[in-house]
T-cell receptor, first 113, second 114 residues
Framework: AQKVTQAQTEISVVEKEDVTLDCVYE???????LFWYKQPPSGELVFLIR??????QNEISGRYSWNFQKSTSSFNFTITASQVVDSAVYFC??????????FGKGTTLSVSS | DAGITQSPRYKITETGRQVTLMCHQT?????MFWYRQDLGHGLRLIYY???????EKGEVPDGYVVSRSKTENFPLTLESATRSQTSVYFC?????????????FGPGTRLTVL
């Protein structure tokens, strides 16, 4: 069965702190894709990144970085030097079967100034 | 404007009433999806459609009906709304059935059933 676990329900940090959001997934397939979405207070879902199961290279985009480790079935998301605008709910999701996404329950990140 | 839109953005209805949530996309994406978002559950799939006139149930389909007569539209109907259907509903679309395809989401509809 497919499953995505985001064990951290809420995280609070102060601006400029680094923060890592954890994502652990379960799947029996060898080919799958992992995604991160951001949901700011305005409510829309914004696509951040997609990673396939054959590419374990870490990815960096500005202050955002992602660490994918198949050995631990994890796809963690780090924000460096957090800012107030990073406050949002972050969702990790898995797509194995080709159609719908399996979402984690989300992590609410609060960044205070 | 190009993209995926949902209407209404907010809706209050009463138990037992029928309500339809609209979803429209301008990308000509084949696949469209309806999810609901509830505290403590993340997003859960209600229904999806691979093409016009093709629909499939998701994880939580009970109490919902969908149709897809045109590729660009994917309405979701609650035939007899219940309080447990109070939620935020998101429509999404993607190009193909490939797992690699990114799903893009509409702005959501916040539905309250009194």
């Amino acid at each position: 069965a497919q499953k995505v676990t985001q064990a951290q329900t809420e995280i609070s940090v102060v601006e400029k702190e680094d923060v890592t959001l954890d994502c652990v997934y379960e799947t029996r397939d060898t080919t799958y894709y992992l995604f991160w979405y951001k949901q700011p207070p305005s409510g829309e879902l914004v696509f951040l990144i997609r990673r396939n199961s054959f590419d374990e290279q870490n990815e960096i985009s500005g202050r955002y970085s992602w660490n994918f480790q198949k050995s631990t079935s994890s796809f963690n998301f780090t924000i460096t030097a957090s800012q107030v605008v990073d406050s949002a709910v972050y969702f990790c999701a898995l797509n194995q079967a080709g159609t719908a996404l399996i979402f984690g329950k989300g992590t609410t990140l609060s960044v205070s100034s | 404007d190009a993209g995926i839109t949902q209407s209404p953005r907010y809706k209050i209805t009463e138990t037992g009433r029928q309500v339809t949530l609209m979803c429209h996309q301008t990308w000509s994406h084949s696949y469209m999806f309806w999810y609901r978002q509830d505290l403590g559950h993340g997003l859960r799939l209600i229904y999806y459609s691979a093409a016009a006139d093709i629909t499939e149930k998701g994880e939580v389909p009970d109490g919902y009906v969908v149709s897809r007569s045109k590729t660009e539209n994917f309405p979701l109907t609650l035939e007899s709304a219940t309080r447990s259907q109070t939620s935020v509903y998101f429509c999404a679309s993607k190009t193909t059935s490939m797992s690699s395809d990114t799903q893009y989401f509409g702005p959501g509809t916040r539905l309250t059933v009194l």
